[in-house]
């Protein structure tokens, strides 16, 4: 049961990601940058995050999967918006790129904690 919970909420956190990206890419969504990085963007990380504590004593596969999706669009994406506007970036923006950066390497990191210990169990 603890192992679908997590499942479901790393679906939503994964749902809350594609939203995030399809409105950068089309901005369907009346929301300035700061409000739709910390809504959408804030909300995946912190549900992928209790997602991870909600599944720590289980195994799954399918949850080190999404935890590793989850992150490296983050990342991707994160680089992807440094590499188009890194002519005219100002402190403020590299620390909030780098910093997002940062919690998507923090989901790959538990991605592959998750991994190690999913690992142990079945040994």
């Known amino acids: 049961m603890k192992t679908m919970i997590s499942i479901i909420l790393l679906f939503v956190s994964l749902a809350l990601l594609m939203i995030y990206a399809a409105d950068v890419q089309w901005g369907f969504l009346p929301l300035s940058p700061s409000v739709r990085g910390g809504g959408l963007g804030g909300s995946a990380v912190i549900l992928s995050i209790i997602a991870f504590a909600i599944s ?68």
């Open 56 to 123: 720590l004593k289980e195994r799954s596969s399918i949850v080190v999967i999404l935890l590793l999706i989850n992150g490296g669009l983050i990342v991707g994406g994160m680089a992807a918006v440094y590499s188009q506007d890194s002519q005219g970036t100002t402190k403020g923006h590299l620390q909030t790129i780098f910093g997002t950066m940062g919690l998507g390497i923090l989901l790959i990191v538990l991605g592959i904690v998750k991994f190690v210990m999913t690992r142990r169990h079945t040994v």
